[in-house]
């Protein structure tokens, strides 16, 4: 997919410049338009799905300018969805003045109540905060000798005291196996007690993990179980069941015994291996069965946790509700496998409904032919 920094605000790309959905065989044959329609040279592409798509790739006053030129023409001023979108738009991104203004045009035009604006909804994008310092940010920082068992210590008592802590590994370029062992008794007990955590440069730290075991292949468990045990344990904590089950298989091999069993961990915020902040990975939560899965800030490319446990809710309801209500966006380089998650439980002989879906998202995901996998339901208005 390409990323999207290809769709420049001003210029009119076609969904296939965006994201090569016409070179996408799945996405093409289970959307709702055809090759043609969705390539570079095509004129029918309906104005409210490119600026959907101007919105998914984070490019908002292009998709602000599209919906606002496409009022001006008789189809789009007639269209109230057209109207609609614009009203999501000024508020996901905090514009009252201009809320206004259209709620009077509005008004006049359909003869009925205009949406109403929401005060103090959490509803701005949360990549715009992105540079903010976490708080709960904890670099590991080895001594000079490269020891770390002070710094394991001071993040146990850090952690405990933020309630959540987001570790960098980055320093880290040798770990005895005591130590290893110590990290993953503390990790156990950060675990029990429900304090979220998430890593950065986390692929280079198994892989220092990895090696270790590799070179005590031939020595007895004692001389690498502490490597053994921090690695199952950093994949329960980042929800890595592949990764964990493949380094099960090479524990049972190697000491002929079963590896520790696999726990879920859901996190309720929290940040990827970018170290954005919470909502940039974005967040996914199962509340009360009544309301469904609830998908909350925006389905990003570091979403992959959160569309795990969406498969994973899915797997135990014949129908799979999922509460939008609290998604601004999905990012366009993520919508792919999105699309690929809510497909798959199709395909499952499951029903699925999206609910509570913003303008600009339903029609985004029109564009791709969810309508063929899932009933998207969105908001009501006044």
């Known amino acids: 997919m390409a990323t999207s920094a ?50 998914a790739a984070d490019c908002y006053d292009a998709a602000q300018e599209t919906l606002k030129e496409h009022l001006k023409t008789t189809d789009g001023k007639n269209s109230i969805r057209t109207w609609l979108m614009l009203f999501d738009l000024y508020q996901l991104t905090h514009n009252h003045q201009d809320f206004d203004s259209l709620s009077m045009l509005f008004t006049v035009k359909f003869e009925r109540s205009p949406p109403i604006w929401t005060e103090g909804m959490d509803n701005s994008d949360p990549r715009r905060k992105e540079k903010r310092e976490r708080k709960d940010f904890f670099l590991l920082n080895p001594g000079t000798d490269g020891a770390l068992l002070e710094e394991i210590d001071k993040l146990e008592v850090f952690s405990k005291k933020m309630g959540s802590s987001r570790i ?61 045990s921090l690695l199952f344990e950093l994949y329960i904590l980042d929800s890595k069941l592949d990764e964990y089950e493949e380094l099960g298989l090479e524990y049972a091999v190697a000491f002929e015994m079963s590896p520790p069993s696999w726990e879920a961990v859901v996190r309720p915020t929290g940040a990827g291996e970018s170290g954005l902040p919470a909502a940039s990975s974005s967040v996914a939560n199962t509340p009360k069965e009544s309301v469904g899965f609830l998908l909350k800030g925006v389905v990003g490319a570091t979403s992959k946790e959160m569309l795990q446990q969406l498969s994973i809710y899915a797997n135990t309801k014949q129908e799979v509700v999922v509460d939008m209500s609290g998604l601004l966006r999905i990012d366009f380089n993520a919508v792919g496998g999105f699309f690929e998650v809510i497909r798959a439980i199709h395909l499952s002989q499951k029903r699925v409904i999206l609910s509570n879906l913003n303008e600009l998202v339903a029609a985004l995901l029109e564009v791709f032919g969810m309508t063929k996998h899932a009933i998207l339901m969105r908001k009501k208005t006044a």
């Open 168 to 228: 960098e590994f980055s320093k880290i370029f040798s770990i005895l196996v005591e130590e290893a062992e110590l990290f993953s008794i503390v990790f156990q007990r950060l675990r029990r007690q429900k304090i979220p955590i998430w890593f950065n440069n986390l692929n280079e730290f198994t892989a220092l993990l990895k090696k270790h075991i590799n070179e005590a292949n031939d020595l007895p468990l004692n001389a690498s179980q502490g490597y053994w």
């Open 6 to 55: 290809s769709v420049k605000p001003g210029s009119s790309p076609r969904p296939a410049d965006v994201a090569g959905a016409a070179n996408n065989p799945a996405l093409l044959g289970s959307g709702t338009f055809s090759a043609e329609q969705l390539s570079a040279d095509s004129i029918s592409f309906p104005a409210i799905y490119e600026a959907a798509i101007f919105y």
